[in-house]
């Protein structure tokens, strides 16, 4: 493991790693509003964009286009990288602004999933804590509808969110900090009839501090930032160690690496083996050399 930079800001959460077509590393500093940039080539850390309306979740669709779950406004973004034009995916739901966006996955279909929360309980008042799709390969904008595909009960504290390497199984972490709630990954496989209702448990981490972000390898394994030193005022306890958890498609734990500080956020394939993991844990951003590369979707065609 190889400590890449450390962020030296006033607040400081480090979140939402992707990596661009020239493998430089973008991420969030959610509370101080920034998207940063890391040259590994350079080893130079730039500010991309500030503010942010607290950027989480990041993720580069196949033309280089970055998205973005911009939780301050309650909106997915995409940023054209060589004009500088913001457009608003999603904004609105039911007449509702969104729940915070957290994080999201793309399907070579075009269809982009993502997660939102803390969400309103009351239908009537707000959009509940949800998973939602929209198309991005419908041709027009007024083609792209926003639907909900999972809420409140049926998913507690939506967080992280990937598909696997042949777009089959969508993968969500359940990660709510309450005693009594889920902390868990779910595979939904999307092929299957109902798949909606009826998703398998991967793994439990209860009652442990449940994964946060993840990525997944070309072979389908999964690679979960999970886990506390110290426990924080949560009924989370110290069960689930801190770091990266390697899990196989069929819920496995394949390896562990262990992460130095409080606390480890998310994780992304980079490198142009794309066999670099890159991990967001507190102030640092670090690096892992993998065996396996990351899927072949996290490199952007242009």
């Known amino acids: 493991m190889v400590i890449e930079t450390e962020v030296k800001d006033k607040k400081i959460f480090t979140e939402g790693p992707a990596v661009d077509r020239r493998g430089l590393v973008y991420f969030t500093n959610v509370p101080a509003e920034t998207i940063l940039t890391w040259d590994p080539i350079k080893k130079k850390l730039s500010v991309f964009r500030t503010p942010t309306n ?11 286009r970055l998205l973005a779950c ?3 406004a309650g909106r997915v973004t995409r ?7 913001i457009t608003v995916l999603a904004d609105m739901y039911n007449s509702f602004p969104l729940a915070a966006p957290n994080d999201l996955a793309l399907l070579k279909s075009g269809s982009l999933f993502f997660t939102s929360r803390p969400g309103n309980p009351d239908p009537d008042k707000g959009n509940p804590n949800a998973v939602y799709l929209l198309d991005l390969a419908a041709k027009q904008p007024a083609g792209r509808i926003l639907q909900r595909v999972l809420q409140w009960k049926s998913v507690q504290m939506p967080n992280g969110i990937v598909s696997s390497p042949d777009d089959k199984v969508l993968y969500l972490i359940e990660a709510h900090p309450d005693e ?4 868990l990954i779910y595979a939904y496989h999307l092929d299957a009839v109902d798949c909606w209702k009826a998703p398998r448990t991967l793994i439990d981490f209860s009652p442990g501090r449940s994964g ?8 389908g394994n999964l690679y979960v930032a999970a886990g506390l030193h110290k426990t924080r005022k949560t009924s989370e306890t110290l069960d689930t160690r801190p770091g990266i958890h390697v899990i196989s498609p069929t819920g496995k734990l394949l390896d562990f690496v262990e ?3 409080d606390t480890i956020t998310n994780c992304a394939f980079g490198g142009k083996d794309l066999r670099t993991l890159y991990v967001t844990c507190g102030p640092y951003l670090l690096s892992i050399r993998t065996r396996i590369p990351g899927k072949a979707a996290y490199r952007p065609m242009r």
């Open 79 to 85: 940023t054209d990288l060589q004009t500088g034009k």
């Open 212 to 219: 946060d972000g993840m990525c997944i390898d070309a072979q």
């Open 180 to 183: 009594g709630h889920n902390r």
């Open 70 to 72: 911009e939780g301050g």
């Open 54 to 64: 607290k950027a989480n979740g990041l993720l580069f669709d196949p033309e280089g």
């Open 259 to 261: 992460t130095p500080v």
